[in-house]
């Protein structure tokens, strides 16, 4: 007449192997949402902006270092000047920061 605790835990049947599986599935959801997904935007941002360097931006390494683009290499360098006559080679990918970009030049 009363359900003794072996029947009482039979009774989830198949039903249960999936609800114990839900939150497992909402915390994967979860941290896509908090974590990966705002990384993966932040990546794609900081290659547009190496991407967009040019001649004259002012920017910052991710060393601290300040200085002026002189030239961009096709190899993933930049040619930068820290002071006066101070040139050093970047690779691009190390540039934190973009401070000021410098407008293009217009087409005649």
């Known amino acids: ?8 835990q039979a009774a989830g049947g ?7 599986f839900v939150p497992l599935i909402l915390i994967f959801a979860i ?3 908090l ?4 990384q993966q ?5 900081h290659r547009a902006m ?8 002012q920017i ?11 030239k961009v290499k096709e190899n993933d360098e930049v040619e930068v000047e820290l002071g006066e006559g101070v040139k050093v080679r970047v690779v691009r990918s190390t540039i934190a920061t973009v401070l000021s970009k410098t ?4 087409k005649a």
């Open 1 to 8: 007449m009363f359900a003794t605790p072996a029947f009482a």
């Open 60 to 70: 910052v390494t991710q060393g601290g270092l300040i200085g002026k683009v002189l």
């Open 35 to 38: 974590l990966i997904r705002p």
């Open 41 to 45: 935007k932040k990546v794609k941002e």
């Open 31 to 33: 941290m896509y949402f």
């Open 14 to 20: 198949a039903g249960s192997a999936f609800t114990s």
């Open 103 to 106: 407008e293009p030049a217009e």
């Open 50 to 57: 190496v991407e967009g360097l040019r001649r004259g931006d």
